[in-house]
């Protein structure tokens, strides 16, 4: 059974998707994630236990690397497609409280910016360290997060923006929803965006890249 975790830990940090993949070139042929964990699943291990004993530690693994620029975007993103073919076997037990989540994430590319790379990462990321998601895509106003946040009590909320012209409107969501939840927290994030900018609008935490917002939402949780 540990061979097995072993085994996801790689696929998930290198990115070996399923067994038909061809990346890694070392991983080839041989299951990736989406194989080991139905194996893994079938062999007996607590769902939770797949969780933190594989998934975590992979993505923290990923995202340390990313953070320390030995793997770039591309790679990253390999990851959490094999990342995301793992929680897709998991989501059922997600459902039923078989596997207990540290709390639920909401994130969103703010108003007017229709780019979402950076907040896939992150939502992956986050995912990944044992949260619950719930994404609201790209293009997202004030009212959907306040929705979004009616619907999930005590919910974190993160903001992304890849454009200086749209990251402005980060200022009008949190003004907003402070107004309907003053205690909730919110993480900004986003190639334009700044620690000075998130403490002017009155953010709780500017995530540079998607490990310090792991590492941010760990620490809410413990």
């Known amino acids: 059974m540990e061979d097995l975790l072993v085994k996801l830990?790689?696929?998930?940090?290198?990115?070996?998707?399923?067994?038909?993949s061809p990346y890694p070139?070392?991983?080839?042929?041989?299951?990736?994630?989406?194989?080991?964990t139905i194996s893994a699943i079938e062999a007996g291990i607590k769902p939770q236990i797949i969780l933190e004993e594989a998934l975590i530690p992979a993505m923290s693994k990923v995202g340390k690397?990313?953070?320390?620029?030995?793997?770039?975007?591309?790679?990253?993103?390999?990851?959490?497609?094999?990342?995301?073919a793992s929680m897709f076997q998991?989501?059922?037990f997600f459902a039923s409280g078989a596997i207990k989540t540290k709390g639920t994430f909401i994130i969103g590319t703010v108003k007017g910016d229709l780019h979402?790379?950076?907040k896939n990462l992150v939502s992956m990321m986050v995912e990944g360290g044992g949260w619950s998601i719930?994404?609201?895509?790209?293009?997202v106003g004030s009212d959907k997060f306040v929705e979004a946040l009616k619907n999930n009590p005590g919910a974190v909320i993160g903001l992304s923006a890849l454009l200086t012209t749209t990251m402005v409107n980060m200022g009008e969501i949190v003004s907003t929803i402070r107004e309907h939840a003053p205690e909730t927290k919110i993480l900004i994030g986003g190639a334009p965006v700044t620690a000075e900018f998130c403490q002017h609008i009155g953010a709780d935490f500017y995530a540079p890249?998607?490990?310090?917002?792991?590492?941010?939402?760990?620490?809410?949780?413990s």
């Open 9 to 20: 830990l790689e696929a998930v940090e290198f990115g070996k998707v399923d067994k038909k």
């Open 25 to 36: 070139p070392q991983l080839r042929d041989m299951d990736g994630a989406h194989e080991l």
């Open 65 to 84: 690397k990313f953070a320390e620029c030995k793997i770039f975007v591309p790679q990253m993103l390999m990851s959490a497609r094999a990342m995301g």
């Open 90 to 92: 998991l989501k059922p």
């Open 116 to 118: 979402d790379i950076g």
């Open 134 to 139: 719930v994404d609201l895509g790209v293009d």
């Open 209 to 221: 890249d998607p490990q310090k917002a792991v590492e941010y939402m760990n620490k809410l949780a």
